[in-house]
């Protein structure tokens, strides 16, 4: 059992349950709103940015000393993974694959060089890593603790403004089922289609990364693969998702696999239980039809 372990997390539950289960006492660290669970959770405002946090953050990490940081693997998440390392004198585990406690250190495997090998690492305490959403997915273990306020500021850096994604955020990584787009939609024009669709799927909403990061059809935390989400969903369906193996990591723990794809060789097709193979603009209303 670890003594002290630090999160910092902004949604989900996953992180923070862990570390309830691995350490005598947790901090939480995140947005005032957004989680709760640990024995002391330390909230800053909403519409701060994290970045204007890191100081605070370190101050409580340097009170804390705690053997273990868990960071989400997001933008903020990074951030403040590179910062506590820097200040614990250790470095961060980047999109950690599994995680082990024992009692010399944290044993952790990720991908690299792409996704074509596993790293296997044993760090010893104090250790940071960063988790990737589904990757300590399990039962839920809350505490109810006391919750303080931090309120940083870092001479220079002024908050300009904050603007709405627009996206609802829900939880990808525990979803059910997942509808997945890739570049292959071919527009933003279609993404109220696929809205749509994942309305009458009861379903999430992923995206590839290039969908994320060169169409900016959504924020990049809903983007599935070695460096994003790894789902756990009982289906996953691709729209105009190539089927890559950085991609496709993400949902080797899926249970059915459908694709839409035109190419019908592409490497999706070898990985799905059944393709569609035609194009997604035609496909994707008569799916939607085909439902009602
Ligand atoms: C180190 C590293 C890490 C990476 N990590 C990730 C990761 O975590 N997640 C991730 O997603 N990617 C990751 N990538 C990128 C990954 O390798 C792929 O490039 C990416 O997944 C491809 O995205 P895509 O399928 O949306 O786009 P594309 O590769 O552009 O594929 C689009 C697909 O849509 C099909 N298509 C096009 N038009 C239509 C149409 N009208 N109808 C039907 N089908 C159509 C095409 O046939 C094609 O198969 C990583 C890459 C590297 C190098």
Not at 71 to 83: D, I, K, N, P, Q
Request: charged share 20%; with cysteine.
């Amino acid at each position: 059992m670890l003594k002290n372990v630090l999160v910092f997390s902004l949604s989900g539950t996953e992180l923070i349950s862990r570390a309830n289960a691995v350490a005598e006492n947790t901090v939480l660290v995140t947005a005032a709103g957004a989680l709760t669970g640990a024995d002391t959770v330390y909230t800053y405002p909403a519409e701060s940015s994290v970045a204007l946090q890191l100081k605070a953050i370190a101050d409580v990490a340097a009170e804390l000393q705690p053997e273990l940081v868990l960071c989400e693997a997001t933008a903020s998440g990074r951030l403040v993974a590179g910062y506590l390392a820097a200040l614990l004198k250790t470095n961060s585990l980047p999109d950690v694959q599994t995680l082990e406690i024992t009692d010399a250190g944290l044993e952790s495997t990720r991908m690299v060089y792409g996704g074509s090998f596993v790293k296997a690492e044993s760090v010893p305490y104090p250790a940071v890593a960063i988790v990737g959403g589904g990757v300590l997915l399990g039962d839920e273990n809350l505490k109810a603790g006391e919750t303080k306020e931090l309120s940083g500021t870092v001479e220079g850096l002024e908050l300009v403004s904050v603007s709405e994604s627009g996206v609802s955020m829900g939880n990808l990584a525990g979803a059910k089922r997942v509808v997945c787009v890739g570049r292959g939609l071919g527009s933003a024009d279609n993404l109220p289609l696929v809205d749509e669709l994942a309305g009458l799927l009861d379903a999430e909403i992923g995206c590839t990364r290039p969908a994320a990061e060169e169409e900016n059809w959504y924020p990049k935390n809903r983007y599935i693969g070695i460096s994003g989400v790894m789902l756990k969903s009982k289906m996953y369906l691709g729209l105009g998702v190539s089927g890559q193996m950085q991609h496709m990591i993400g949902t080797r723990s899926c249970g059915s696999i459908f694709a839409v794809n035109k190419l019908e060789g592409a490497a999706i097709v070898d990985e799905a239980d059944y393709t569609l193979v035609g194009n997604v603009n035609t496909a994707l209303p008569a799916i939607i039809e085909k439902l009602k």
